[in-house]
């Protein structure tokens, strides 16, 4: 059985600093990817990045590149995500899905198989 759990959301001041995790278990595939999304009250769900387990390509929304960073540990099946520079627009609710025979653009929520539950992050101003 496929599972993702995430960790390390909690509170922080604008301008700090979070770092999540997302620890994958029963994955037998070769190639794959993670993708980390966001969801904020009232709004939809949005990619936020995403790497590739084949070649360690990322990929990142806009609105975070150069403040976020996508990272592996295939010897710990984890995915890390640093968030540096906090704004109080990127409070939400963040989840890490499994992509595994999907095709698209990779934040297409659709093409995503598998979902952790996912964990707040704040930003207070």
């Known amino acids: 059985e496929v599972q993702l759990v995430e960790s390390g959301g909690g509170l922080v001041q604008a301008g700090g600093s979070l770092r999540l995790s997302c620890v994958a278990s029963g994955f037998t595939f070769d190639d794959y990817a993670i993708g980390w999304f966001r969801q904020a009250p009232g709004k939809e769900r949005e990619g936020v990045s995403c790497?590739?387990?084949?070649?360690?390509?990322?990929y990142y929304a806009d609105s975070v590149k150069g403040r976020f960073t996508i990272s592996s540990d295939n010897a710990k099946n984890t995915v890390y995500l640093q968030m540096n520079s906090l704004k109080p627009e990127d409070t939400a609710v963040y989840y890490c899905?499994?992509?595994?025979?999907?095709?698209?653009?990779?934040?297409?929520?659709?093409?995503?198989?598998?979902w952790g539950q996912g964990t707040q992050v704040t930003v207070s101003s």
């Open positions: 790497i590739s387990s084949s070649d360690g390509s990322t």
């Open positions: 899905a499994a992509l595994i025979d999907g095709y698209g653009p990779w934040d297409k929520i659709s093409i995503y198989s598998y």
